[in-house]
Antibody
Framework: EVQLVESGGGLVQPGGSLRLSCAASGFSITTYWMSWVRQAPGKGLVWVSYANNDGSTKTYADSVKGRFTISRDNAENKLYLQMNSLRAEDTAVYYC??????????WGLGTVVTVSS | EIVMTQSPLSLHVTPGESASISCRSSQSLLNSNGNNYLNWYLQKPGQSPQLLIYLGSNRASGVPDRFSGSGSGTDFTLKISRVEADDVGVYYCKQALQLPYTFGQGTKVEIK
């Protein structure tokens, strides 16, 4: 079965760091661009970052640029999001998503990040 | 950044009837290759989003033919024919033409 499973979320204080992981199964991420998308409580979907097949090209939303870093380990079939200098407004469910057909065709279940003192 | 605007933001539908959601983009999503880079997603209550429509009018695998996407350029429509109870949730359009990818605000569909 093709699926994505995120992990690494939790409660962190403002200014702290977290590293999210996204494990893929049923397919090789080597073939695909991958993205992170987040959803604040009760709010809509917001794209955060993407990395191309080999991770040589990465792009970020302005709201996280300079604080978040996307990476991937194709050998381990995993995508990561290193989040530093976290703020209250980063509180959200974080989804990883696979790019295909110019869309996000597979989404993970999400992992919850709460930034609070 | 391309701004996506959906309407209405809320919809109450009687089972068996049709529903339509509009999505407008601040820039044309029509590429020189003839494709419209517009997607539709459904997020059912308590679930992750799922892809319904890609490139404006193509149904994703497993999506019932009750769902159809149309439009070009800056104006797009998602039509749900013969609405069922399982169709409830929030529908989002998203542009995939350029980064940053941007979503509409979402349209909440409920059953009467």
């Amino acid at each position: 079965e093709v699926q994505l499973v995120e992990s690494g979320g939790g409660l962190v204080q403002p200014g702290g760091s977290l590293r999210l992981s996204c494990a893929a199964s049923g397919f090789s991420i080597t073939t695909y661009w991958m993205s992170w998308v987040r959803q604040a409580p009760g709010k809509g979907l917001v794209w955060v970052s993407y990395a191309n097949n080999d991770g040589s090209t990465k792009t970020y939303a302005d709201s996280v640029k300079g604080r978040f870093t996307i990476s991937r380990d194709n050998a381990e079939n995993k995508l990561y999001l290193q989040m530093n200098s976290l703020r209250a407004e980063d509180t959200a469910v974080y989804y990883c998503a696979r790019h295909a057909m110019s869309a996000f065709d597979i989404w993970g279940l999400g992992t919850v990040v709460t930034v609070s003192s | 950044e391309i701004v996506m605007t959906q309407s209405p933001l809320s919809l109450h539908v009687t089972p068996g009837e049709s529903a339509s959601i509009s999505c407008r983009s601040s820039q044309s999503l029509l590429n020189s290759n003839g494709n419209n880079y517009l997607n539709w997603y459904l997020q059912k209550p308590g679930q992750s989003p799922q892809l319904l429509i890609y490139l404006g009018s193509n149904r994703a695998s497993g999506v019932p033919d009750r769902f159809s996407g149309s439009g070009s350029g800056t104006d797009f429509t998602l039509k749900i024919s013969r609405v069922e109870a399982d169709d409830v949730g929030v529908y989002y359009c998203k542009q995939a033409l350029q980064l940053p990818y941007t979503f509409g605000q979402g349209t909440k569909v409920e059953i009467k």
